[in-house]
C-alpha cells in the first residue's frame, strides 16, 4: 500500500487554477523527484501534502486513511515533514533553538518548564554529526553559509520518525560539495524506508537519486514514470511542452 | 521629562546606602541570571552595546561625582535610581514587544490612564487592593486591545498603538472629569508609601524593577514562551510554519507591555501622591529610547531585560546631569533623541559588519 496518496487534486487560487487533477502516489523507500517548470504547480502540490493549505478538490490519503490538512502542525502530526525552498529559518537564533523550533525539549516540574538547553545541544549536535555537517549547536543561523542552513532546516526534519519527507529545492543555494553532501543523505534516508519528495531545478541531482520521476506542466501531471525508464532529454522536452506526455 | 514640573514629594528616606552600589549589585545579579544568551556569538555583540552603555553610565556617573559636589549625595543617588526605575519597568514590556518587531506607544497614556483609574477609584473609597486589581483590569484590557489589532486584524503596531495613546489619555481626561486627585482615601498612607517610601534603603520601585527584571530574564532565556518571542521577531513566517500560537503571544506581549506601564503607574502615583491628566506626557519616547539603547532590535528579534533596565539608567544619569549642571531642562528632549538616533545608528553599523 502506497504511503501516501493523492487523487485528482485541484487547487484554485482565486481564477487561477494551479494544479488540475493531478494524481500520484508514494511508496516507503522511494524518492521520487517531481519536476517542472517555474509555476508548473511543484511548490503548490508540496505545500499542500504539507498542510499549507487544503486542495480545492481531490483527496490525499496517508495509510489509507482520508486525511485534510488545515496547518502544517497537523501534517507533521501525520509524520509528514518538509523543508521549504527559503529553509523557514530564524535568522537570530541559534541552529539548536532552530532545529527545536516549535518542539522545544524542557525540564521540570508542575507548572514551571524550563528550557533543557543541554539536551537540546546534544541532540542537534549528535543531527548534525548524522548528516555530516560541521554545524555547531550553538552557532547562529545568521553567520552561516548556505549548507550551514540546509543542514539545519533538514536536521529539524530528523526530530520526529518521519514517513514522508518533502524537499523544496535542497540543492539550489548550496555549494557543489554540499550538493554531494545533501544527495548522499537523501539516499540514506531512503535507506531508512522514508517516502521521498525532491522538487527540483537540477536534472543530474533528480536523475542520481530519484526512483521515479513526475513532470508536471502548467498544473498538469504530464509524465509519471521510473527513472530507468526516462532520460533527461526527455524530461527537459516534457517540462518545456516539446513532448506532450510520457 | 515626565518628571519635570510635577510635584516631587519630599523624601523620607532614611540614610540609604549609596546607590551606585545598589546599580552594580543588580546589574550584577541580572547579568548572571537575566543575559538572554540564546544567540551564541550575536548575544557576544549584543551583549557588548548592553556592556558599553553600562560603561558610559558608569563613566557619566563617575565624572559627575567628581565635578559636581550635587551628584554624589545618597539623596540624589536615591532619586536617580528611583526616577529611571519608573521607565526601566515600562521599557521592560516594551523591550518583548520590540523582540516581536512590534513597538508601543501607548504606554505613556496607559500610565496616565491606570494612574487615574487607581485614584479615581481609592478616592471613591475603596482599598488600594481594589484600586491596583482595577489597575490590573484596565491595563490587561487596553494591552489585549493592542494586541488584538495588531495581531488578528492586522493594523501596523505603530498605527495601533498611536490610536490608543490618543484613547487611552482621554479616557483618563474622562474618568477623573480632567482634575487633579490628591485624596486616597483611607488606604492613601499605604499608597504613599508604596511609591516613595524605600526598603532597606533601596526606594521601593527600584526594588520592582529589579525584580520584573529578574522575571522577565527568566522569561526571556528560560521559557518556551520566550524563546517563542524571539522566533517571532526573527522571523514570523517561520515562527507559524513551526506551530507557534504566533497571533496568541503577539497579543500577550502587548498585554505584558500594558501591565507594567499600569505597575508603573501605581508607583509614580505613590510617589507624587498626586494624579494629573498629564502624567506619563511623552513618557513612551524615554521608554522606547531605553530599551533600544539597551540593545533592543526595533526590526525585531533582539534585546534583553539587562540591557532595558541599563538603557533606562543612562537616559536618568544624562537627565539628571544636565540639571545639575545647570544646563536649561528645554535641552532634555534633544540630548535623550540624540541618544536614540545614535543607538539606532551603532545598530545600523552592527548590521553591516555582519552583512559582510
Not at chain 2, 546607590?19 to 541580572?30: F, L, N, P, R, Y
Not at chain 2, 501591565?259 to 498629564?278: F, H, K, P, R
Amino acid at each position: 500500500m502506497p504511503v501516501l496518496e493523492l487523487a485528482d487534486i485541484t487547487k484554485s487560487f482565486g481564477a487561477i487554477l494551479a494544479l488540475s487533477n493531478v494524481s500520484m502516489t508514494l511508496e516507503r523507500g522511494e524518492v521520487v523527484g517531481l519536476m517542472g517548470d517555474n509555476g508548473a504547480g511543484k511548490s503548490t502540490l508540496v505545500k499542500i501534502i504539507a498542510g499549507n493549505f487544503p486542495p480545492t478538490q481531490g483527496t490525499i490519503t496517508i495509510d489509507g486513511r482520508p486525511i485534510t490538512f488545515y496547518h502544517p502542525v497537523e501534517a507533521r502530526r501525520s509524520g509528514i515533514e518538509i523543508v521549504y525552498q527559503d529553509l523557514a529559518l530564524c535568522d537570530n537564533l541559534t541552529a539548536a533553538a532552530n532545529v527545536f523550533l516549535g518542539r522545544e525539549l524542557r525540564f521540570g516540574f508542575g507548572p514551571f518548564h524550563l528550557l533543557d538547553y543541554g539536551a537540546m545541544h546534544r541532540r542537534a549536535s549528535a543531527l548534525f554529526k548524522e548528516l555530516k555537517s560541521e554545524t555547531r549547536p550553538r552557532d547562529l543561523v545568521r553567520r552561516m553559509s548556505g549548507g550551514q542552513r540546509q543542514a539545519v532546516a533538514i536536521a529539524r526534519t530528523r526530530l520526529s520518525d518521519a514517513t514522508i519527507l518533502l524537499l523544496d529545492e535542497p540543492t539550489a543555494a548550496i555549494s557543489v560539495r554540499q550538493v554531494t553532501e545533501v544527495l548522499n543523505l537523501i539516499r540514506r534516508l531512503r535507506n531508512q524506508g522514508l517516502a521521498i519528495v525532491l522538487v527540483s531545478h537540477r536534472m543530474p541531482d533528480v536523475f542520481s537519486v530519484a526512483d521515479r520521476i513526475v513532470v508536471l506542466r502548467r498544473g498538469s501531471k504530464v509524465a509519471d514514470k521510473k527513472i530507468s525508464d526516462s532520460s533527461p532529454e526527455e524530461v527537459t522536452g516534457l517540462i518545456t511542452g516539446a513532448i506532450e506526455r510520457a | 521629562m515626565h518628571h519635570n514640573g510635577s510635584p516631587r514629594r519630599a523624601d523620607t528616606s532614611g540614610p540609604s546606602s549609596p546607590s551606585v552600589k545598589t546599580a552594580d549589585h543588580m546589574s550584577g545579579m541580572v547579568e548572571t541570571g537575566v543575559e538572554t544568551r540564546t544567540v551564541g556569538p550575536l548575544s557576544f555583540l549584543v551583549s557588548r552595546q548592553t556592556f558599553w552603555v553600562f560603561v558610559a553610565a558608569l563613566v557619566a556617573f563617575v565624572s559627575l561625582s567628581l565635578a559636581t559636589d550635587t551628584f554624589a549625595t545618597q539623596q540624589n543617588l536615591f532619586n536617580v535610581t528611583r526616577n529611571f526605575a519608573f521607565v526601566g519597568i515600562i521599557a521592560l514590556g516594551m523591550t518583548a514587544v520590540i523582540i516581536t518587531g512590534g513597538i508601543d506607544l501607548s504606554v505613556g497614556s496607559v500610565l496616565c490612564l491606570t494612574g487615574m483609574v487607581l485614584g479615581v477609584v481609592m478616592n471613591a473609597g475603596f482599598s488600594i487592593w481594589a484600586g491596583i486589581a482595577a489597575v490590573c483590569v484596565t491595563a490587561l484590557i487596553i494591552g489585549a486591545v493592542n494586541g488584538v489589532l495588531i495581531a488578528y486584524v492586522g493594523l501596523p503596531p505603530f498605527v495601533a498603538t498611536l490610536g490608543m495613546l490618543a484613547i487611552a489619555r482621554s479616557l483618563a481626561m474622562v474618568a477623573s472629569g480632567n482634575r487633579m486627585i490628591y485624596d486616597f482615601g483611607p488606604d492613601q498612607g499605604t499608597l504613599l508609601a508604596i511609591g516613595g517610601g524605600n526598603t532597606f534603603g533601596i526606594a521601593n520601585p527600584v526594588i520592582v524593577l529589579a525584580a520584573l527584571a529578574l522575571l522577565t530574564g527568566y522569561l526571556f532565556r528560560w521559557t518556551q514562551w520566550g524563546r517563542h518571542v524571539f522566533a517571532i521577531g526573527g522571523n514570523e513566517q517561520a515562527a507559524t510554519l513551526a506551530g507557534i500560537p504566533v497571533r496568541g503571544i503577539k497579543v500577550a506581549v502587548y498585554m505584558i507591555s500594558a501591565l507594567t506601564a499600569g505597575v508603573s503607574g501605581i508607583l509614580e502615583v505613590g510617589w507624587l501622591g498626586a494624579v494629573t491628566t498629564n502624567l506619563g506626557q511623552s513618557m513612551e519616547l524615554a521608554v522606547i529610547a531605553a530599551a533600544v539603547i539597551g540593545g533592543a532590535n526595533l526590526s525585531g528579534g533582539v534585546g534583553t531585560a539587562f540591557g532595558a533596565v541599563i538603557g533606562a539608567a543612562l537616559i536618568e544619569i544624562i537627565r539628571n546631569s544636565l540639571l545639575l549642571l545647570g544646563v536649561d531642562a528645554f535641552w532634555q528632549g534633544t540630548f535623550v533623541g540624540s541618544f536614540i538616533l545614535l543607538a539606532v545608528t551603532f545598530d545600523r553599523f552592527r548590521g553591516w559588519l555582519l552583512a559582510d
